[in-house]
């Protein structure tokens, strides 16, 4: 996952490259706090060039995850595909203060990378790309109706009797507004 540096000519470079998540320690993480399972190696594609002093990086990582659905609590598989588009450095520019104040600005508030020598490694970026394309709260499908909160069935394979939940919710609402208005 090396990018170097000479190989960038002026029409710039492609590449693609296939690494097991195994060689990425925070993917493990994610296996190790049982939060998903990689199925597939992480296929990157990605084109290189220089833009000034800079290289720019883009392209795309992709892999196959086992995940838990936050609603219904089953594993189902998905294909995770994270777009990036990375500016790499090997020094700061200079920023130009408006006042006299001092401004440090990192790399990172700029969207820089920084880098040092003749390559650039890409393994924590495309990791990080990865990580940030993982669902906060997965779902197996948009429109999973979950468990019932009373009997606990997977609501997905039918309807288990146990009423309309939907129904209370607005009913209950409904009562609170009345109350509401008796005290005015
Ligand atoms: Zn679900
Ligand atoms: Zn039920």
Redesign the pocket.
Known sequence: MLIRIDDIKDGGLSLDFEELPEAFPGLMEIVADGDGVFLAPLKTSLRAVHVRDMVEVEGQVETVIRLSCSRCLESYDTSLVAPFALTYTRELPEVEAESDEEVEISAEEMGLILFEGEEIDLREALQEQVLMALPFRPLCREECKGL??????N?NDGD????QPDFNIKFAALKNFKVKKDKD
Do not use: D, V
């Not at 019932?148 to 069935?153: D, F, L, S, V, W």
């Not at 288990?160 to 009423?163: A, Q, T």
């Open positions: 019932c909160p009373q009997c606990g069935a609501l288990c009797g146990c009423g």
